[in-house]
């Protein structure tokens, strides 16, 4: 091989090194700042509670109602700052939380399922989108089944880990998420996880039904979600109840959608805070 030709090789070589790390750069960018913002976002607007910060902040109140005592009230574990975020984005509706997983996330409700699809909670560009309940939902946690969607990303961020729920051994070790909102706070009891189309009836919304006409109705929708599981669990539906349902792409068919059902157990908190409480009198 003539010196001119080796030069040339080497040329063109370091030439395409180059180009692939700025291209990798590039692809990895989005990722570094959604990363940042989210991280930022959880750093700043939230807080973690041990377990003796949850009975501190029961201190003082001593009954629930006139026969609960105080020690039986649940509380969300982790605190929520709603007024300093929804001063960055007053679409902002709860926060949805799993520990020992990354799902941390501020929810929003935009005025289409297009708003925060490319788009972090606090309004920048960004192909990782933000968590967002279906805006055919009334705005908030008011109807009896809620959707949330997420993007698949490919660092595992975002709903990318719902698929991971379809296995048994890492259902039981996280079978219960927190959705924390200004008005109450939910322990989502999960129930099942599975994957379907994304045209499927799974994506049914029930709203404000009364029990003689939509609740059988439901049920039997509640019944048919937890018989499609690909896991096995124990929690009691109830027909009257609220639920969430939690989407994200998949790829094992065209269209294909990862879904995690859960029973949304109201607590008592509403942000991570104790709600307030009347004072108990004397019976």
């Known amino acids: 091989m003539s ?21 990798v750069v590039v692809v990895k960018i989005p990722y570094w700042k959604s990363q940042r913002a989210y991280g930022d976002a959880a750093s700043s607007f939230t807080e973690h509670l041990d377990p003796e910060s949850l009975e501190a902040m ?40 799993c520990e020992d997983t990354v799902i941390d996330y501020p929810v929003l409700h935009g005025e289409t ?29 008011i109807d009896n089944n809620n959707i949330l969607y997420g993007h698949h990303m490919a660092d595992r961020s975002m709903f990318a880990s719902l698929d991971e729920w379809q296995h048994q051994e890492y259902f039981d070790k996280h079978p219960v998420m927190w959705l924390l909102t200004p008005e109450r706070d939910y322990r989502v009891e999960l129930f ?43 929690v009691e539906l109830d027909p009257q109840g609220m639920y969430l349902l939690l989407s994200t792409c998949a790829y094992s068919f065209e269209d294909a959608r990862s879904v995690v059902h859960g029973r949304m157990v109201p607590v008592d908190s509403a942000g ?12």
């Open 3 to 23: 010196k001119r030709v080796r030069t040339t090789l080497i040329v063109f070589l370091t030439v395409f090194l180059v180009l692939s790390g700025v291209t």
């Open 58 to 97: 029961k201190v003082g109140a001593k009954y629930h109602s006139l026969n609960e005592k105080a020690s039986n009230w649940e509380l969300a574990p982790i605190k929520v700052d709603f007024e300093a975020l929804r001063k960055v984005n007053e679409d902002v509706i709860g926060w949805i939380y």
């Open 113 to 141: 399922n297009e708003t925060y699809l490319h788009t972090l909670f606090n309004k920048e560009y960004n192909p990782s989108g933000s968590i967002f309940q279906d805006s055919n939902n009334l705005k908030g946690f």
């Open 192 to 234: 099942s996880a599975y994957t379907i189309s994304a045209y499927d009836e799974t994506y049914s919304i029930f709203r404000g039904f009364s029990a003689e006409k939509d609740g059988p109705e439901l049920e039997e929708y509640l019944k048919k979600m937890k018989k499609r599981s690909a896991v096995e669990c124990e």
């Open 272 to 283: 991570g805070k104790l709600l307030p409480r009347p004072s108990p009198t004397a019976p």
